[in-house]
């Protein structure tokens, strides 16, 4: 299951479930650069890619991937255990009490800001993020979108106002949160009324899409995570919050500074890869994962060799 925003919080408000993690074992240069990830698909496609990258360079790497959630992985890299794996930028926003700065919502400022703060705190290195932005989000039914020309939540809006048919699935705590739908309604200007909701029991995505792409009751649009692997399998469109709604969330290289200094070209090796996650590719990426049942290493390593990165 792709992580989300929710399931962030409550896990880094979870510290007590910290796991006790064993002692480092030296810190001779030729020790394996130790790769972690959380314990969702993308985590490990992530962590997997970056492992099978370094490998290709000639460093020699272990893979610690689904190693658990947010505080668990946080910490191992902090205390050494890990040296690298994938962080979304918008968690800065929890890991410095920090939820009310408007930079979050913005992905050049909410990636500046965790880039400098972890590295004067915590001398951790922030590489390049992707363009791809998990987050909350509103997708559609394609045919709708064609037909009414639907990119972006302003193009929804002006859908609305003309008394255009759309009816969203989506669970109530997205509904009534205040940073999500909410949210959306208050940047953009639009209400939906109860007949153009349906309200379904907890919080999987994967029953919101699937009652959009079956027209359960009328549905044509679904609560999502922006990078959800059956987006693209189920024929969906993301519309895009050009004002900012949610925070940012998108995937990124975060390394210890001690490694980052014994591989100076650390960040040179991941940009590539980086540079071509946007959120088409890593819908795609993630589906074949979890909609055709692929293993995490064989799709990155034919991705890897799409571009060119394994020589």
Same mark, same amino acid.
Request: hydrophobic letters at 45%.
């Given at each position: ?16 479930? +910290? ?18 990830? =959380? ?24 893979? &610690? ?28 926003? #929890?890991? #410095? ?26 001398? +951790? ?16 039914? &394609? ?22 048919? #759309? ?16 949210? #959306? ?71 210890? =500074?001690?490694?980052?200094?014994? +591989? ?42 799409? +571009?060119?990165?394994?020589?």
């Amino acid at each position: 299951m792709l992580r989300t925003p929710v399931k962030r919080r409550t896990a880094l408000a979870s510290a007590a479930t +910290l796991l006790l993690l064993c002692p480092q074992g030296g810190q001779a240069q030729d020790r394996p650069v130790v790769i972690g990830s =959380k314990l969702d698909t993308e985590g490990a496609l992530l962590g997997e890619m970056m492992a099978r990258l370094l490998e290709a360079k000639g460093v020699k790497v272990e893979r &610690r991937l689904q190693l658990g959630p947010t505080p668990i992985v946080r910490q191992a890299l902090l205390s050494g255990e890990i040296d690298l794996y994938p962080e979304y930028t918008g968690n800065g926003a #929890f890991f #410095f009490q920090m939820e009310d700065d408007p930079a979050w919502h913005d992905p050049a400022k909410a990636a500046e800001k965790v880039r400098a703060l972890d590295a004067e705190r915590n001398n +951790l290195i922030w590489l390049q993020p992707a363009s791809a932005n998990n987050t909350w989000a509103i997708a559609v039914r &394609r045919d709708l979108a064609e037909k009414a020309k639907l990119r972006t939540l302003e193009d929804l809006a002006r859908h609305l106002a003309s008394g255009g048919s #759309f009816k969203l699935a989506a669970s109530a705590e997205f509904v009534e949160s205040p940073a999500a739908l909410p949210a #959306f309604q208050k940047a953009y200007g639009f209400t939906l009324a109860p007949e153009r909701l349906l309200v379904l029991a907890g919080g999987d995505t994967a029953v919101t899409m699937r009652a959009a792409a079956e027209q359960l009751n009328g549905v044509n649009a679904a609560m999502v995570y922006g990078t959800d692997g059956a987006i693209s399998a189920l024929d969906l469109v993301v519309l895009e919050d050009p004002k900012g709604a949610q925070v940012v969330y998108q995937p990124a290289p975060v390394v210890r =500074k001690a490694v980052a200094e014994r +591989l100076p070209q650390i960040d040179e090796w991941m940009r590539p890869l980086f540079a071509s996650l946007t959120l088409e590719t890593l819908q795609k990426l993630n589906g074949r994962i979890v909609v055709e049942g692929q293993p995490a290493r064989q799709v990155a390593e034919a991705h890897l060799r799409g +571009l060119g990165l394994l020589g």
